[in-house]
């Protein structure tokens, strides 16, 4: 199995229309402010070697000034020195709203599946998550957002859980179709109009 | 397989203690009406039929074979009765890929597939069907009560499993149209029985218990095209594979084997029974055919305490306590004596007799927001009789919503339950059971219809 970098990753949704952060790699502290256009920024430093960005903290939320940008930058680089290979990625920071993930993996007896839970920190704790076999119906879909603990939480409005639906087809079309052995979307901020993926992690 | 003509039993003896004694014996005390051929080169007649040295000297088309000798000889039967153009095999023997001599397993699977006989073990019970009185289990009759024919049928991985759920079936009083064990699934697995047993007229509801499946997708694809016909309740042993070990992903952290069966369940629109217990309490509901309306639920008992649990079991389920209807309401308070409080649970007090009992249950059957009825019968108080428990019978037919019994007991409420199981009333021993099995009857008619 492979780890597709990061920004081929966001291509590849791109092209099943799941919308991910605006995203690049940036090679200085300048180059990272001169991403952020003003705007508040996250930097993540990328690393095959880094399963948890956060728990190695590898993670810089809400960057505004040009100051606080350079002093994250460097500190990443501290940190990120012991997982060589790595790059730094610059992220647009998300509207807030709720975290979910949608996932992906290859299942021996029954082939690939599809995963919906509530994300970010609670992954763990809560273990709150509906599985199918892809290719789901929007059948499936409804059933796997009606499964959740979190439904109330996860979904606004009857229009957002239309959105979220059409994002789980869209998924599982994607973990079908291209042969993807584990696919992490986490988090997927869900909000009342709209998401985005923050974080993208897929094995090929 | 089911319905043979002609069995041939290898292995068959008259020393009542081996394998081949118990299955003959069956065989004809059950009343098989087939023809019967005991096989076994070491004896002319055994248990009064003449006997044979191999099936290839039994002039005679067999559509069944029952193979029960030692797992080293199953080859050399089986190539004979390939041989012999015996249509079907069931191989009771043991020793096979489940003690890890997966070679002779193959082999016997190469020997089955060279003659295209469907064959079913080896390591298991076979196959009983009470229409036809086919029985290759060899349990002695006396030790284990045999269901009555029905609608139901139980397909078991597991040989123990199997023979403590018949022993059960009996109990609970549900009727049985096949059971399957079907052990090591050599050649016919999951997929083959799921195909039969769609296009088996006699099965209205499938009962299981699996410990893991062979084909993991074409189990799926049959299961969705199943379950949309028939009503499947499963149960699966061994949840745990070693938990997540290295996992490279959160997906994969939590979406482990076990995850992946229960996913795979949902989606085909099974049952999920918990233990063997819920196996049996939904399979009764399932097999009283019963075709739910909604989730609204009325109560009618006699005792308050059981009234409140029930209730709570209910609401636990997922289920709704119907709001009776002003003019319900107000019969209800003409009819019922003063001591009776009109409300959901309705509760008629504990000197209700049948005649109470059946005024109630018309009133709420008329009721429009009544879509279930839970009927709790105690037997213990003095109103509650034999009368009562005909009363409720009789009721079930003449009204058309859904109804089920809660009966809590022993001695005298075990009869009675008995007697109402027997006329098709489904009868449970606790209020969780009832209310879940309720829940499971409303969640597979929405899947049906595609109702989220």
Request: positive net charge; glycine residues 8%; contains cysteine.
């Amino acid at each position: 199995m492979q780890l597709v970098e990061y920004t081929a990753a966001a291509r590849l949704l791109n092209s099943y229309g799941i919308k991910s952060v605006d995203s690049r790699y940036v090679r200085s502290a300048d180059d990272a402010i001169r991403f952020s256009g003003g705007k508040k920024i996250a930097l993540k430093a990328i690393s095959s070697k880094a399963l948890h960005k956060t728990k190695a903290g590898l993670i810089k939320l809400n960057l505004l000034e040009g100051e606080e940008i350079s002093t994250a930058f460097a500190d990443l680089e501290r940190r990120a020195r012991k997982f060589k290979p790595y790059k730094i990625l610059a992220q647009k920071m998300s509207a807030p709203g709720i975290e979910i993930i949608i996932g992906g993996r290859e299942d021996r007896q029954f082939g690939r599946m599809l995963l919906l839970g509530l994300g970010g920190i609670y992954v763990e704790t809560f273990k709150d998550f509906a599985l199918r076999v892809c290719p789901i119906t929007r059948f499936d879909a409804k059933e796997m957002i009606a499964q959740l603990k979190s439904r109330s939480v996860v979904t606004y409005s009857g229009k957002s859980e239309k959105m979220l639906e059409e994002l789980l087809l869209r998924a599982s079309r994607l973990i079908s179709e291209s042969k993807l052995s584990e696919l992490d979307l986490n988090p997927v901020i869900i909000r009342e109009d709209g998401y985005e993926v923050v974080d993208i992690r897929i094995l090929r | 397989m089911m319905k043979p003509q002609s069995v041939a039993i290898i292995g068959a003896s008259s020393n009542p203690v081996k394998v081949g004694y118990v299955i003959l014996n069956n065989y004809i005390e059950e009343g098989y009406q087939g023809r019967l051929y005991p096989i076994n080169p070491n004896d002319d007649k055994i248990l009064g039929l003449k006997a044979y040295k191999s099936v290839l000297e039994v002039r005679d088309r067999i559509d069944l074979a029952v193979i029960a000798v030692p797992a080293a000889i199953v080859p050399k039967v089986l190539e004979e009765c390939g041989r012999a153009k015996v249509r079907s095999v069931v191989v009771v023997s043991g020793g096979f890929a489940e003690i890890g001599d997966q070679k002779l397993e193959d082999k016997i699977v190469a020997i089955a597939n060279k003659y295209k006989m469907p064959m079913i073990g080896p390591n298991c019970l076979g196959v009983m069907d009470p229409r036809s009185r086919i029985d290759t289990l060899f349990l002695p009759t006396f030790k284990l009560s045999k269901p009555k024919i029905g609608g139901v049928s139980f397909v078991c991985q597991s040989g123990a499993v199997g023979s403590t759920v018949l022993d059960l079936i009996a109990k609970e009083g549900f009727g049985l149209s096949k059971f399957i064990s079907y052990g090591n699934a050599a050649q016919v697995d999951e997929v083959d029985l799921f195909e039969y047993l769609m296009e088996d007229d006699e099965t209205k509801v499938i009962i299981m218990y699996i410990e893991g499946v062979k084909r993991g997708r074409e189990f799926f694809e049959i299961g969705k095209r199943l379950s949309m016909k028939k009503p499947v309740v499963v149960l699966k042993g061994g949840v745990t594979e070693g938990g997540a070990v290295a996992a490279h992903s959160h997906t994969a952290a939590l979406a482990g084997s076990h995850e992946a069966y229960d996913a795979v369940f949902r989606q085909c629109g099974f049952a999920i029974a918990r233990d063997l217990t819920e196996l049996l309490h939904y399979g009764k509901i399932f097999a009283s055919e019963i075709e739910p309306k909604g989730d609204r639920i009325a109560i009618i008992t006699n005792g308050g305490g059981t009234g409140v649990l029930t209730t709570d079991a209910v609401f636990n389920a997922g289920l709704k306590m119907a709001e009776f209807s002003s003019q319900t309401k107000s019969t209800l308070k003409k009819k019922m004596p003063s001591t009776v409080n009109i409300a959901n649970p309705l509760d008629l007090v504990g000197d209700a007799d049948d005649r109470r009992y059946e005024d109630a249950l018309n009133l709420l059957a008329q009721d429009k927001n009544v879509e279930m009825l839970i009927v709790i019968a105690l037997f213990q108080t003095p109103g509650a009789d034999e009368k009562l428990s005909e009363r409720l019978v009789h009721l079930k037919s003449s009204i058309d919503k859904p109804m089920i019994v809660i009966s809590i007991g022993a001695g005298y409420t075990e009869e009675r339950k008995i007697f109402m199981e027997n006329n098709g009333l489904p009868v449970y021993d606790s209020p969780a059971a009832a209310a879940n099995s309720l829940a499971e009857l409303l969640k597979y008619a929405k899947y049906k219809k595609k109702m989220v």
